[in-house]
């Protein structure tokens, strides 16, 4: 079955970085766009970044672009977000979708903690 599962959240100070991971396994990994959206306390989801199924193609959301940075490696099924310059704004659940826009059904895995705090 489709498994997505997110790591490398934590706790990181204001102007940090932190590298999440997304191991994906049960489907062709190289055939699909995926995503990054987020879960704030309170509030939505929301688009952070999408990658195409090569990797040739990325987007971002206003709020990600010029700090964030999505990719991939196939081989490994693993999707990555580098978030640098963090801001206490980013503070969310960070979930991996399998899907290149936003979709609030794709699938997504039990998403990953980012505290950004001082």
């Known amino acids: 079955q489709v498994q997505l599962v997110e790591s490398g959240g934590g706790w990181v100070q204001p102007g940090g970085s932190l590298r999440l991971s997304c191991a994906a396994s049960g489907f062709p990994f190289d055939r699909y766009g995926m995503s990054w959206v987020r879960q704030a306390p309170g509030k939505g989801l929301e688009y952070v970044a999408g990658?195409?199924?090569?990797?040739?193609?990325?987007v971002y959301s206003p709020s990600a672009r010029g700090r964030f940075v999505i990719s991939r490696h196939n081989p490994k099924n693993t999707l990555y977000l580098q978030m640098n310059n963090l801001k206490p704004e980013d503070t969310a659940v960070y979930f991996c979708a399998r899907s290149f826009g936003f979709n609030i059904r794709a699938r997504r895995g039990p998403g990953t903690q980012v505290t950004v705090s001082s």
């Open positions: 990658i195409y199924h090569s990797g040739g193609n990325a």
